[in-house]
């Protein structure tokens, strides 16, 4: 019984690593925001264990390890580079889908 215990604790440690590896904290990104400091990309594709980033600003492409990536991010996925981490940004995702969307319906109406 023990054990299970220490290896429950052990999962959620690394669960908690794993999880300040990849996220930025509020904190970091307010810092970060003041001092100009956020690189934003967009998921252009995957390719094997890498995603093919793009930079919003730059238009510079990033080959980055999937690993390095938030989980659950997909392509069109807006990504924040703050302090060695990606950050996923919902709200941005969503407002460039919807402009994107908008820009179709013109297009075909």
């Known amino acids: ?15 908690m690593k794993n999880e300040i590896k990849q996220n930025n904290t509020s904190e ?5 925001k003041k001092l100009d400091a956020i690189e934003e990309y967009s998921v252009d594709r995957f390719e094997g264990e890498y995603a093919i980033l793009e930079n919003r600003k730059t238009n510079e492409i990033k080959h980055v390890k999937n690993d390095m990536l938030p989980e659950n991010i997909k392509e069109g996925s807006i990504l924040q580079y703050v302090n060695g981490k990606y950050t996923y940004n919902e709200e941005l995702t969503k407002e460039e889908t919807t402009r994107i969307q908008d820009r179709m319906n013109k297009l075909w109406n």
Do not use: G, S
Not at 2 to 12: A, S, T, V
Not at 28 to 32: N, P
């Open 1 to 15: 019984m023990d054990l299970e215990i220490f290896n429950h604790i052990q999962e959620k440690v690394t669960d």
């Open 28 to 32: 970091e990104i307010e810092l970060a």
